[in-house]
């Protein structure tokens, strides 16, 4: 594949992170999308001290529950009182907010717009609206398919005839997870509750190989990050800033469908990438916060991305001290396996996790020597393979 | 939705002829003859090169690459749960989305020959499924 330029003004740290915020996950909170983001944007203000009026950038998520309207982004704009010269919704699923936050600077780098408001808002107990078309309904739909549970169920299975199931290591995640979230004010109340590796694994099949305790709980919720460039932060009096150094995404990777194993992903692309473009090797990193929508997803990306060989991940994990106080803190909020999944906004909750860490504001689960976090996106399924977007970003810490 | 309530294709232009010959028992594929290469799901394009596509039938043969045992059915299939779902790999190279029937879940393991087997129970329209091949 081709390689691009590698956005190489983020590893420049023209790009700054100046604010973050999250709603409580929750099962089912009774607020829309846009009530939802309206409480991040009010806290994003308040802890940066601007003015609504100061944003002229807009990059939205896709709702679950909003999916019927095509003209979202404009709705959230309306509703929350935002006049943006620049406005994107993104449909990358759970790779969306990473997404936003790549685009955003992207934007900003262009002179199109200095201070946007990447929000990220789901409320899908109202509803899911997505009707999706074309072979996903005439090929999938009609043959049985049954949606992510499933494909992750099946590349669990492809993984197992090629490694084995990794059993123990998931356990060992579950657990890390959970004992992260049971220390995040914002988990879901439904998730907090001590795990033990007997708990994982006497959990039910849900599509076998795949247990219950594979998956992640659907929720609502919003979060936000607000992003300009490092200058204009200065400008606007930052309290903090963490910068994008590196960012990759590639989606439908494999298009021809060449590549035998199926659990080959488009991180085996954009990972090594990512870390090239930050001139970090995988042992550098100090923080790992990967889309974990099924726990297998992380063991795919720690092999693709290169913290490990293929079939190494249960060794890896096995093999490191992954939670608050270890080599390699893996999801240290608890992930959306153990925080929940407030829908498409999903992406965001890692991303706000690894940027409070870098923040140093995350409490009783602040990692200590916080200096870096990779933080990763999923998006989308495709046929008869793996996801759809896969997608890495790199954070510093600001000085 | 059929009076069994399992879903229907909402067929186009381009995918009209495949479930049209899916009624007369018969599984194709696009293929690119001037690049020697097979296709599915079926695309306005090939993926492999500049060329017209045309329709061959598959073989019916194939291997798993993987499967599940689905616990929770999808919509319309409430009655079939729980339903066996894998990846096929053709013997012509693409991989399918199916169900496999006529088998023990504990018994099949990735790799195992299988062979397409009609689904009529939808009075419109055939649906191919596959099972192993004894």
């Known amino acids: ?399 | 939705m059929t009076e069994t309530g399992l879903p229907l294709p909402r067929p186009t232009a381009l995918t009209q002829p495949f479930w049209d010959a899916a009624n007369e028992s018969r599984l194709m594929l696009q293929f690119d003859a001037a690049l020697g290469r097979h296709q599915f799901f079926p695309r306005p394009l090939s993926l492999f090169g500049p060329n017209a596509m045309t329709w061959v039938e598959a073989g019916g043969g194939g291997r798993l690459v993987a499967v599940s045992l689905c616990t929770s059915a999808a919509p319309g299939f409430e009655a079939q749960a729980p339903q066996i779902m894998a990846i096929v790999r053709l013997d012509e190279g693409p991989r399918l989305l199916a169900p496999i029937v006529h088998a023990v879940f504990g018994e099949l393991q990735v790799g195992d020959r299988l062979r397409l087997v009609w689904d009529k129970r939808r009075p419109a329209q055939q649906v191919y499924s596959f099972e192993p091949w004894r």
């Open chain 1, 1 to 399: 594949m081709k390689p691009n330029t590698g956005m190489g003004f983020l590893r420049e740290r023209q790009i700054a992170i100046m604010g973050y915020a999250e709603t409580p996950i929750q099962r089912n909170s009774g607020k829309s999308a846009v009530e939802l983001g309206a409480e991040a944007l009010s806290s994003v203000l308040a802890q940066t001290g601007l003015e609504r009026d100061q944003i002229d950038g807009l990059a939205v998520s896709l709702a679950l529950s909003e999916a019927s309207d095509t003209f979202w982004s404009n709705l959230v704009a309306e509703s929350l009182g935002i006049a943006p010269s620049w406005l994107q919704a993104t449909d990358l699923g759970g790779a969306s907010p990473l997404g936003n936050v790549a685009r955003a600077a992207a934007a900003i780098q262009a002179g199109m717009c200095e201070v946007v408001l990447c929000l990220h808002a789901d409320a899908p107990a109202r509803g899911v609206l997505m009707r999706p078309g074309g072979h996903r309904n005439e090929f999938g739909d009609t043959l049985g398919y049954g949606g992510p549970t499933m494909v992750f169920g099946l590349l669990s299975s492809a993984y197992a005839a090629r490694h084995g199931l990794p059993e123990r290591a998931l356990a060992k995640l579950a657990v890390a997870q959970r004992d992260a979230a049971l220390l995040n004010p914002q988990a879901c109340a439904a998730l907090k509750v001590p795990l033990t590796e007997h708990d994982y694994l006497s959990s039910r099949m849900v599509a076998d190989p795949l247990r219950l305790l594979d998956c992640v709980m659907r929720c609502d919720g919003a979060n936000a990050v607000l992003v300009t460039s490092t200058a204009k932060a200065r400008q606007l009096s930052a309290r903090k800033l963490v910068h994008p150094v590196a960012f990759r995404e590639i989606s439908n990777f494999d298009p021809r469908g060449l590549v035998d194993d199926i659990t080959v992903s488009g991180f085996s692309h954009c990972g090594p990438l990512a870390l090239a473009d930050a001139g970090l090797s995988a042992g550098d990193i100090r923080m790992f916060q990967p889309y974990d929508d099924f726990l297998i997803a992380v063991l795919l990306q720690l092999e693709q991305i290169g913290f490990c060989g293929a079939g190494g991940a249960a060794e890896f994990i096995l093999g490191h001290d992954i939670s608050l106080r270890g080599q390699l803190p893996i999801n240290t909020g608890g992930g959306q396996i153990s925080a929940g999944q407030p829908g498409l906004a999903g992406g965001g909750v890692n991303l706000v996790e690894a940027v409070r860490q870098l923040c140093g504001e995350a409490g009783e689960r602040q990692v200590r020597s916080a200096t870096n976090a990779m933080v990763t996106g999923i998006g989308a399924m495709q046929y008869a393979r793996n996801w759809g977007t896969s997608s890495v970003m790199i954070l510093e810490a600001g000085p």
